[in-house]
């Protein structure tokens, strides 16, 4: 169901390509099968959220954000002066952000735990859950979690943990929104991911 031909119909834009979407196609199928994303409109949901999360390439949060961008993203951590002093470092950006949340308790636990995968877990409990979930020790190991293995068995079980499969099989466009708020928290994109999900069903169809 999950094919190469879907992921570059749905990502390639002329400037740029896919790399390796006939592994990231392979490994998506296999981690969508173990997880029973097994209908052509969870696939179609699946795929659309994945497009706009990564464009189906494991991403890293790399936290190097300026003074502006602290600001903007989270305005009740840092103010202006503060913002100014942490802005481009990121591990100092990711103790004040993630430090004693998520189930980060050890030091560095925020900077080593950061966003990761095509859809991005964060937070010591997230890694230790997943660790759990899906056969790979992240937990130990965060960098796996690029690998395209095992960042698709990431997003397949987050999808599934979420109960993302059944809201999918409660309607099509209409359900968008909802499954966009399991998988962002927020609606942040919400319009592109509709796109999304309109041509992936053309694409799976």
């Known amino acids: 169901m999950i094919t ?3 992921l570059r ?3 390639d834009s002329e400037s740029e390509k896919l790399k390796e979407a006939d592994l990231v196609a392979q490994h998506l199928q296999a981690a969508a099968t173990k997880f029973e994303i097994n209908t052509q409109r969870r696939a179609a ?3 659309a959220q994945l497009a706009h999360e990564s464009g189906f390439r494991p991403v890293e949060e790399n936290l190097s954000y300026s003074a502006d961008g602290l600001c903007k993203v ?13 802005a ?3 591990e100092r950006i990711a103790e004040v952000v993630y430090q004693g949340r998520l189930g980060n308790t050890e030091p560095g636990d925020g900077f080593k735990y950061r966003g990761r995968g095509f859809i991005q877990i964060t ?3 997230n890694y230790t859950k997943y660790s759990a979930l899906i056969g790979h020790d992240i937990l130990n190991n965060p960098e796996l979690a690029l ?9 397949a079980a987050f999808w599934s943990e979420n109960r ?3 809201l999918a099989d409660e309607g099509d466009l209409s359900m968008v929104k909802a499954i966009t708020l399991k998988v962002n928290g927020g609606l942040n994109g919400i319009v592109e991911r509709g796109q999304y999900f309109v041509k992936a069903q053309e694409a799976l169809a």
């Open 4 to 6: 190469a031909q879907v």
């Open 147 to 155: 690998r395209h293995e095992v960042s698709a068995l990431i997003a």
């Open 88 to 90: 481009r470092k990121p």
């Open 9 to 11: 119909f749905l990502v």
């Open 74 to 86: 989270w305005p009740k951590r840092f103010t202006p002066q503060f913002a100014i002093e942490c």
């Open 123 to 125: 937070g010591r409990d």
């Open 45 to 47: 949901h699946f795929l």
């Open 164 to 166: 993302c499969n059944q």
